[in-house]
């Protein structure tokens, strides 16, 4: 039954942001850890605070934070340091395009709109840098996503509830044939009939082997941090409990990427690793690379072979301008879209060039992978929830939307291993969040309404703001 409608139309719980504030927190990595052809050794957070009112004229608070990992969502010659200026200064401005918008309707209803009423065309009118390029798509969803994030961390608030709770519809006035541009086959549903009835409480954690970890004795270099963090593969295995495994390839040597294969599953065999994945990191251009490393493996190394869960999208970003038939490798693995799942409508055009699965990630907002989530279960694809190595408070909806999806396995988290003391002040309220060990991270802590942070919002000193809009009190307080 749905909440009762307001008599200016609409649910009685239908919000609208009033105000928004946004903080940034850099952050330095231990290692560094290397996308494609760049390496990120520091990351600025971009936390957000909005306030939110509904129809009533109550309001709450809510905060959102996601990394602006600039190698990843924006990767070009153009200096480091040009780019995630352009990314602060675009993440500031929506802002107060957030609080502009003005619109009513539940955080799932507001989030989808805003990126097709405001973003697409804020992101095309953001100054362009000197070499004439403009905010990529997935750039400026990653831009998006901490307002996005915080709204449904609000929303919660106000209603006294888990967020993920109120994505049914008793909350939406809109169904998902609405949200997906007509498609009946999602008449009458909400996001919440492609949910687990009840979250999972514990998720098996994957662990990421960068292109530039050290395996062995052998590959250490003496630049190694002595922080008492492991370095080593097996020690990270052995304290974490891990059971599953990420590795990063280079997609532009089939050796290497065979070898680093290879390796690392007789390293996960002898210490009761049995889920690997492997990530070719979008450079591949060319179905018969992967086809290659996988008949080498299974025919050289048949236990890692076996223990493959997935590939990770190895072809490059643009599905549009790479309309790569994929087929070859999909019916070999599960192939699994990341980079390219900007929303559903990439999800769709995947799935037709022979993609079988998506990879969700917060950044690219929480109301883009609600809707993603939901198209490809409907369609029978795999789904996995995948890390932007999340700190601090960004790692708290980052594993809640895993443990309500039903992933291939767990949940990818890797801030632990890049960053693990940045998030010491989250950690202390929620410990097994910030720490794999006997290879989960657990939940129970997260309780209470909106994400359930319990408090993680205010633990910390944050910088001043860089941004103001509405309505809103200095700190969010």
Request: hydrophobic residues 40%.
């Given at each position: ?440 991270v657990r939940l129970e802590t997260l309780r209470g309404p909106g994400f359930g942070y319990a408090g993680a919002e205010s633990v910390r000193d944050l910088p001043p703001p860089v941004a103001s809009a509405g309505e809103i009190e200095e700190g969010g307080a």
């Amino acid at each position: 039954m749905h909440a009762a409608s307001s008599a200016t139309g609409g649910l009685a719980t239908d919000v609208r942001m009033i105000g928004a504030q946004l903080h940034l927190l850099p952050i330095e990595t231990r290692v560094p850890l290397k996308f494609g052809g760049e390496t990120l050794t520091s990351v600025t957070c971009a936390r957000a605070c909005v306030r939110v009112a509904d129809r009533a004229g109550r309001t709450a608070v809510g905060w959102g934070e996601t990394p602006l990992s600039v190698q990843w969502v924006w990767p070009s010659a153009t200096p480091y340091a040009e780019r995630l200026a352009a990314l602060e200064a675009f993440t500031s401005r929506l802002a107060g395009e957030w609080v502009g918008y003005g619109e009513w309707g539940h955080p799932v209803e507001l989030g989808v709109r805003f990126q097709r009423d405001v973003l697409e065309h804020a992101a095309e009118q953001a100054p362009r840098l000197d070499g004439g390029g403009r905010i990529p798509q997935l750039a400026a969803l990653v831009c998006c996503s901490p307002y996005d994030l915080a709204l449904y961390d609000a929303y919660g608030k106000l209603l006294g509830r888990p967020t993920m709770e109120c994505l049914g519809s008793d909350f939406l006035s809109a169904d998902l044939q609405e949200l997906l541009e007509g498609d009946a086959a999602f008449a009458g549903k909400r996001p919440a009939d492609y949910l687990r009835p009840k979250r999972e409480e514990t998720l098996p954690a994957w662990h990421l082997v960068g292109g530039l970890d050290p395996l062995d004795e052998s590959e250490l270099t003496g630049t190694e941090p002595d922080d008492g963090y492991p370095v080593l593969l097996r020690d990270w295995i052995r304290r974490d409990g891990l059971r599953c495994l990420k590795i990063k390839l280079r997609g532009d040597d089939a050796d290497w990427d065979y070898d680093r294969l290879a390796r690392i599953g007789a390293i996960a065999q002898a210490e009761g690793v049995d889920a690997l994945t492997a990530d070719f990191n979008c450079t591949v251009t060319d179905p018969g690379y992967v086809v290659e490393v996988l008949e080498k493996l299974e025919r050289d190394a048949p236990e890692t072979h076996g223990s493959l869960t997935y590939v990770e999208q190895p072809f490059p970003y643009d599905l549009e301008a790479n309309p790569i038939d994929v087929r070859e490798v999909s019916k070999r693995k599960p192939l699994l879209l990341d980079e390219s799942a900007h929303d559903w409508r990439f999800v769709r055009r995947g799935r037709e060039l022979g993609w079988t699965g998506v990879a969700l990630k917060t950044c690219k907002t929480l109301s883009g992978a609600l809707l993603s989530q939901a198209w490809a279960k409907q369609h029978g694809m795999a789904l996995m929830v995948q890390d932007l190595t999340n700190p601090m408070l960004a790692q708290a909806p980052h594993v809640l939307l895993a443990a309500w999806v039903e992933t291939l396995r767990g949940v990818e988290t890797n801030g632990m291993q890049f960053y693990p003391e940045a998030s010491a002040p989250e950690a202390a309220i929620h410990p097994g969040l910030y720490a794999r060990r006997d290879g989960v991270v657990r939940l129970e802590t997260l309780r209470g309404p909106g994400f359930g942070y319990a408090g993680a919002e205010s633990v910390r000193d944050l910088p001043p703001p860089v941004a103001s809009a509405g309505e809103i009190e200095e700190g969010g307080a």
